[in-house]
């Protein structure tokens, strides 16, 4: 993926090829013309160039020194960027005010739980299973959902209500308050399909003895059903149940996949 001779000998930024950020992300270290390394302290990408012939054992060791050295530096520099979110996000949560009303809640018809807004933009906070915020999420009146630059995601997610024996697991907002508010159950909101296991795992260690139940996007109208696949992964590492929205008997579209458009659904369905 990456174009090697476009890198002259030493230390250099540059856009990531893989999640392609905007900011440079990826940091190429270019030792020799034959032995090179990158890193992307975003999305963990990695990529070496090494001689076709054997290493030798002390060059062997010198690749992973650096190696090392350049993932540690990354990490601390992703640590330094997430700490700075998270000051971000901890003033304009303080400053944002209750939420009487909002357009996306609205079109959901979900409740607001433990949100506030922020002008015409609705927020949900992040924290890790610490409880520490760590970054928000944005709703636009248009449904357009941002995170705070540079902030941490990974493990972090949004409580609603408190867990009495069960606790459910959902990728966004609407479908979690849904699952709340029809069940009673507490839900932890992981704002995508890839974050369904950090989260799952979080939670697990926090709540050792806790019923975990993982409620799948049913994506299927998209290659691979990234929403399905990821919770059936997720609740198989950490021994939880699997929940699927079931649309039989209902007028399903192709973007209906989640708890939200089957109680949309439904409520159609029964008014009928
Ligand atoms: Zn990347």
Redesign the pocket.
Known sequence: MIVWNHFPQGEHRTQ?P??Q?RDK??GVSVFSHESAVAH?F??G?VETRRPQRELTPAEREAYKRRMDAMRQQHDAEQRERQAAAASIAAVRWAAAKPVQAHPYLERKAVMAHGLRLEGDMLLIPLRDSAGTLMSLQTIAADGTKRFVPGGRTRGCYHAIGRPAGRLVVAEGYATGATIHEDTGQAVAVAFNAGNLLPVAQALRGKYPGMELVIAADDDWQTDGNPGLTAARKAAQEVGALLAVPDFAGLDRGPKDSDFNDLRRLAQKEAAV
């Open positions: 990531c893989i999640c950020r992300s990826l992307c975003r999305c990408y």
